[in-house]
């Protein structure tokens, strides 16, 4: 089992940056496939990011592309997630998850995909 702490969040103007991160705990973190997710109010809970364990293979949401990173330290525990150009629609508390893989080329896109969870930040970008 992991535990996912995620930091980072917070205020930020229209255009600015900020970079989220999740702590893990538990096994070895290349046996995770890593995802970001966000909810809105009065929305459902979507994908924003996705990365293998080894780090070797990405997926974005179209609404995100060439906006974020997303990045990972597995000598460090941890999933990043870069996000530059904010936009007020990106609005939300965003959610790192975790799925152990069998093979660390492996990722995961839906929110079904995903056993772990961790407790969620806030991001409010303001217009």
């Known amino acids: 089992q992991v535990q996912l702490v995620e930091s980072g969040g917070g205020l930020v103007q229209a255009g600015g940056s900020l970079r989220l991160s999740c702590a893990a705990s538990?096994?070895?973190?290349?046996?995770?496939?890593m995802g970001w997710f966000r909810q809105a109010p009065g929305k459902e809970r979507e994908v924003v990011a996705a990365?293998?364990?080894?780090?070797?293979?990405?997926y974005y949401a179209d609404s995100v592309k060439g906006r974020f990173t997303i990045s990972r330290d597995n000598a460090k525990n941890t999933v990043y997630l870069q996000m530059n150009s904010l936009k007020p629609e990106d609005t939300a508390v965003y959610y790192c998850?975790?799925?152990?893989?069998?093979?660390?080329?492996?990722?995961?896109?839906?929110?079904?995909?995903?056993?772990?969870w961790g407790q969620g930040t806030q991001v409010t970008v303001s217009s």
């Open positions: 538990g096994r070895p973190f290349s046996s995770y496939a």
């Open positions: 998850a975790a799925e152990e893989i069998p093979y660390t080329s492996m990722i995961r896109f839906g929110p079904s995909e995903y056993d772990y």
């Open positions: 990365i293998s364990g080894s780090g070797g293979a990405t």
